[in-house]
């Protein structure tokens, strides 16, 4: 996540000024930027529920699990799939951004003008953020839970 760790550092200055606080899950081998008041660099997160409950909008890679996080909790997101490989993650991210959940960002055009290009107006306009949020939910499977219970609970009730 070399390339999201740079970004994020480089466009700290203009998402502080515009009042956006960020949290910068930087890996252990990553660098976290310059102290500043609303920003929040830790290694890793181990309670990624109270990360997501906190978080207005994510920007971050598009792993599976990643983006079914996401669009269950119903967070806009800049998803931006690893460089390599067989485009596997664009494709994880494709169906949120189609629903307007989010928007997809090649690696090599990630910069930090284009986070904040992306993040400061998202997070700037209170009913553009929520239909994003609503869009990302929609997108996903936040009853995924429930549908896996009901599946069992009926399998177990055909056999008796």
Do not use: F, W
């Given at each position: 996540?070399?390339?999201?760790?740079?970004?994020?550092?480089?466009?700290?200055?203009?998402?502080?000024?515009?009042?956006?606080?960020v949290?910068?899950?930087?890996?252990?081998?990553?660098?976290?930027?310059?102290?500043?008041?609303?920003?929040v660099?830790?290694?890793?997160?181990?309670?990624?529920?109270?990360?997501?409950?906190?978080?207005?909008?994510?920007?971050?890679?598009?792993?599976?699990?990643?983006?079914?996080?996401?669009?269950?909790?119903?967070?806009?997101?800049?998803?931006?799939?690893?460089?390599?490989?067989?485009?596997?993650?664009?494709?994880?991210?494709?169906?949120?951004?189609?629903?307007?959940?989010?928007v997809?960002?090649?690696?090599?055009?990630?910069?930090?003008?284009?986070?904040?290009?992306?993040?400061?107006?998202?997070?700037?306009?209170?009913?553009?953020?929520?239909?994003?949020?609503k869009?990302?939910?929609?997108?996903?499977?936040?009853?995924?839970?429930?549908?896996?219970?009901?599946?069992v609970?009926?399998?177990?009730?055909?056999?008796?």
């Amino acid at each position: 996540a070399r390339s999201l760790n740079s970004a994020v550092a480089a466009a700290l200055p203009g998402l502080v000024e515009a009042g956006i606080a960020v949290l910068h899950a930087h890996g252990a081998s990553g660098a976290p930027a310059a102290p500043a008041p609303g920003y929040v660099p830790v290694p890793y997160i181990e309670d990624m529920h109270l990360a997501y409950a906190a978080a207005d909008a994510v920007l971050c890679r598009a792993g599976a699990m990643t983006v079914a996080e996401v669009s269950a909790v119903g967070l806009p997101a800049v998803y931006v799939p690893l460089p390599h490989g067989n485009g596997e993650q664009a494709l994880n991210a494709e169906p949120v951004v189609a629903a307007g959940g989010g928007v997809l960002v090649p690696d090599a055009e990630l910069t930090a003008e284009r986070v904040l290009a992306e993040l400061v107006p998202l997070m700037g306009d209170a009913a553009r953020l929520e239909a994003a949020g609503k869009a990302a939910r929609a997108s996903g499977h936040a009853d995924a839970d429930e549908r896996l219970a009901r599946l069992v609970l009926d399998v177990v009730a055909a056999r008796s």
